[in-house]
């Protein structure tokens, strides 16, 4: 079962020993795998008692090929356990990406591929997809302006059906009908047809609610920003932007006092004029990065700011280090852009479990955000107060100040900042709430680091 691969893989790798880098590799794709496949079989027994009630339907922009990888991935275990190959036969002129129930179609594709792979001893199991050519799949797609999807799963080499292979393909059908789907298997001929209709998803396809994103595409920058400059006209010029433009700038008229403030505070930026007396450009660079890795933090973004418009001097910039090059004399507009492209995100993350607050920051700091971590909600509304926050994602179950009592906070004092809701249920009650108490995404536990990291993306002006 999905669960004892799970174990036995987790024990090989506790106990170390000599693993070869590949082999950690493969024993993670391996976890991971079939991981997937008992969320399908828990998915499946949740459905089972829930359906009679009308299951709940999420509906959102995702990659077709991912839905196809998915279901090889979960099935490549049961295959190979069997000496079975599976195949994937995908049109390539389909849409790339699609508005829909991707956990439903996942659920529904990933099945019909892994109940195939235990039926096909030595054969193969093909999935197919293709666009649904049929009068009257081509007639209902195009009254309601969605893309006619057929998807086929096909087994050659099968053994006998059961009955509980039967039951399994009976919920199967069933969930395929809430998402206004047909299913339709065929004993004789060992396939399993999907068809399925829904909307093209363009590709800047956004998610959440759309007087949130309006919010946040009218709002002004937000930050803190350390400008280093033995200037003083310089850099009252540079603070005056930062301000006028919605950010927060600490200024220092020389490198050393300047990493002393760093030492001191938190910020998404620093500015930093090249040529200064003391410690120069290039030297308070290095000292804020190395400060950074002492204290285990992400190195900050450093931009450099300089009058020395010669050849090369970009170049000299970005090799030792600067997240980018701005010469004097500083025009605004192009200015402020170039804050926008290097300040840095950061997204305050609370969750009471140790172990899955762990697994999101991991998710959001490889996608470069900064994370600061809570392990509850008063934790979390303490550090809205002295951290600049650019989004939240949090736990709606905590002890004290739950994740609606931390969203009421939040709201206080950041309006517009993006917040994500995660749950472990999946009822549409809880996900009701949640969005009638105006988070921006409500996300199911377990979580999907790619889907968080897009929803932030687009939900972060």
Same mark, same amino acid.
């Given at each position: ?219 002004? $920058? /937000?930050?803190? &920003? +350390?400008?280093? =400059? @033995?200037? #003083?006209?310089? !850099?009252?010029? *540079? %603070? ?102 290097? $300040? /840095?995100?950061? &997204? +305050?993350?609370? =969750? @009471?479990? #140790?172990?899955? !607050?762990?697994? *999101? %920051? ?100």
């Amino acid at each position: 079962t999905p669960l004892n691969a799970i174990l036995g893989t987790a024990e090989l790798l506790r106990r170390g020993g000599s693993l070869e880098p590949e082999r950690v590799f493969a024993s993670a794709q391996r976890i991971e795998r079939n991981a997937h496949a008992l969320l399908l079989l828990l998915d499946d027994l949740f459905d089972s008692t829930q359906i009679d009630e009308g299951l709940e339907i999420e509906r959102g922009p995702f990659v077709l090929a991912d839905l196809f990888r998915h279901a090889v991935e979960v099935a490549r275990e049961p295959a190979e356990s069997r000496g079975a190959s599976l195949v994937l036969d995908v049109d390539p002129r389909l849409p790339e990406r699609m508005l829909g129930d991707v956990r439903r179609l996942r659920q529904i594709v990933g099945g019909l591929t892994v109940r195939g792979a235990r039926r096909a001893e030595r054969g193969r199991v093909t999935i197919r997809a293709r666009r649904d050519d049929s009068l009257e799949a081509r007639a209902e797609a195009t009254a309601r302006g969605e893309f006619p999807l057929r998807i086929e799963v096909a087994v050659e080499g099968a053994t006998q059906v059961t009955d509980a292979a039967r039951s399994g393909l009976e919920l199967l059908t069933r969930i395929a009908e809430a998402i206004d789907a047909r299913l339709v298997c065929d004993d004789r001929h060992d396939r399993c047809v999907l068809s399925v209709a829904m909307p093209i998803a363009p590709a800047s396809s956004s998610f959440g609610r759309a007087e949130l994103r309006g919010q946040l595409a009218r709002a002004t $920058l /937000r930050g803190r &920003v +350390l400008v280093v =400059d @033995d200037t #003083a006209e310089s !850099r009252e010029l *540079v %603070a005056s932007l930062l301000s006028a433009a919605g950010i927060e700038a600490e200024v220092y008229g020389d490198g050393e006092s300047a990493l002393e403030g760093a030492r001191e505070r938190f910020f998404d930026l620093a500015l930093v004029d090249l040529r200064m007396p003391g410690l120069d450009g290039f030297a308070l660079r290095s000292a804020l990065h190395l400060q950074a890795r002492t204290e285990g933090e992400l190195s900050l973004p450093v931009v450099a700011v300089t009058a020395d418009a010669v050849a090369g001097t970009r170049e000299r910039c970005l090799a030792a280090g600067f997240a980018d090059c701005l010469y004097k004399p500083i025009e605004g507009d192009a200015f402020l852009r170039a804050v926008r492209r290097r $300040l /840095r995100r950061n &997204v +305050l993350v609370a =969750d @009471d479990d #140790a172990d899955l !607050r762990a697994l *999101v %920051a991991a998710f959001l700091e490889d996608a470069g955000w900064r994370v600061f971590a809570a392990e509850n909600g008063a934790d979390a509304a303490a550090r809205l107060h002295d951290r600049t926050v650019h989004a939240l994602v949090v736990d709606l179950e905590m002890p004290g100040v739950d994740g609606f009592g931390l969203l009421a906070r939040a709201r206080e004092k950041l309006p517009t900042v993006p917040v994500i809701a995660l749950t472990g249920h999946r009822d549409a009650a809880t996900r009701r709430r949640a969005q009638e108490a105006g988070f921006s995404e409500v996300l199911t536990k377990p979580v999907e680091g790619a889907l968080l990291v897009e929803r932030l993306r687009t939900l972060m002006p």
